[in-house]
């Protein structure tokens, strides 16, 4: 399946900047006792979030660069470094390119920390509330910044893992529109349009192949 970089920032840009939170059906799924075991550690980590890189000159340039093309969204500096950092950590903490889910989350919720759906996917990550108890304890609230990325990136590993590595397939899953080519494009759209960035040590090795 071809990705269309100019088609997919349109349209990513036209649902996302307008603050739409795009969430489809994702399906609640019956998870083996190993896998929820898996999922129930993983969003149960209680670790201070901390930018991961090799040296704080490349930690420093990436979240001066970020913060700057957030700041219409976040006009606060303190509370983009805060976002900023959380996103780099839980998405380098699940293998993931913490551009790719910045890219995500401008689709899913246009970064609106209170968006919920049509179908109630809930937070910047869009996280439906059936992952809560499937996976986590019910103190876990959905709009708490950490916990919503935390399960979001959680959430996508597993997907990822599921489709054995294909982007493409992983995203469809994450929006509930398997096989469907718009939203899996949005996403990468977004990524590569406004989150694009010089690849480094700990994204290299967190960055996903897109299979189409």
Same mark, same amino acid.
């Given at each position: 399946?071809r990705?269309?970089?100019?088609?997919?920032?349109?349209?990513?840009?036209?649902?996302?900047?307008?603050?739409?939170?795009c969430?489809?059906?994702?399906?609640? +799924?019956q998870l083996?006792a190993?896998?929820?075991?898996?999922?129930?550690?993983?969003?149960?980590?209680?670790?201070?979030?901390?930018?991961?890189?090799d040296?704080?000159?490349d930690?420093?340039?990436?979240i001066?660069?970020?913060?700057? *093309?957030?700041? =219409?969204?976040?006009?606060?500096?303190?509370?983009?470094?805060?976002?900023?950092t959380?996103?780099?950590?839980?998405?380098?903490r699940?293998g993931?390119?913490p551009?790719?889910v910045?890219?995500?989350?401008?689709?899913?919720?246009?970064? *609106?920390?209170?968006?919920?759906?049509?179908?109630g996917?809930?937070g910047?990550?869009?996280?439906?509330?059936?992952?809560?108890?499937?996976?986590?304890?019910? +103190?876990?609230?959905?709009?708490?910044?950490?916990?919503n990325?935390?399960y979001?990136?959680?959430?996508?590993?597993?997907?990822l893992?599921? $489709? =054995?590595g294909?982007?493409?397939?992983?995203?469809g899953?994450y929006?509930?529109s398997?096989? =469907?080519? $718009?939203?899996?494009n949005m996403?990468?759209?977004?990524?590569k *349009?406004f989150w694009n960035?010089?690849?480094t040590?700990a994204?290299a090795?967190?960055?996903p192949a897109?299979?189409?």
């Amino acid at each position: 399946m071809r990705f269309d970089l100019g088609r997919a920032w349109v349209l990513g840009a036209a649902l996302a900047w307008a603050g739409y939170a795009c969430a489809g059906a994702q399906l609640e +799924e019956q998870l083996s006792a190993s896998v929820q075991a898996s999922l129930q550690r993983a969003v149960a980590d209680n670790a201070a979030p901390r930018l991961v890189f090799d040296n704080p000159t490349d930690a420093n340039a990436w979240i001066a660069d970020m913060s700057r *093309r957030l700041e =219409k969204r976040m006009p606060d500096p303190e509370v983009r470094r805060q976002f900023l950092t959380s996103v780099h950590y839980e998405a380098t903490r699940a293998g993931l390119d913490p551009q790719l889910v910045l890219g995500l989350i401008q689709v899913e919720s246009g970064f *609106r920390k209170y968006a919920v759906s049509s179908v109630g996917a809930r937070g910047f990550m869009q996280v439906m509330p059936f992952w809560v108890r499937s996976i986590g304890t019910s +103190e876990h609230n959905l709009f708490h910044l950490r916990t919503n990325l935390r399960y979001g990136c959680t959430i996508l590993r597993h997907y990822l893992d599921l $489709e =054995k590595g294909n982007l493409f397939r992983a995203l469809g899953r994450y929006n509930g529109s398997l096989g =469907k080519p $718009e939203y899996p494009n949005m996403v990468l759209g977004a990524w590569k *349009r406004f989150w694009n960035y010089p690849v480094t040590t700990a994204s290299a090795e967190a960055a996903p192949a897109i299979k189409g």
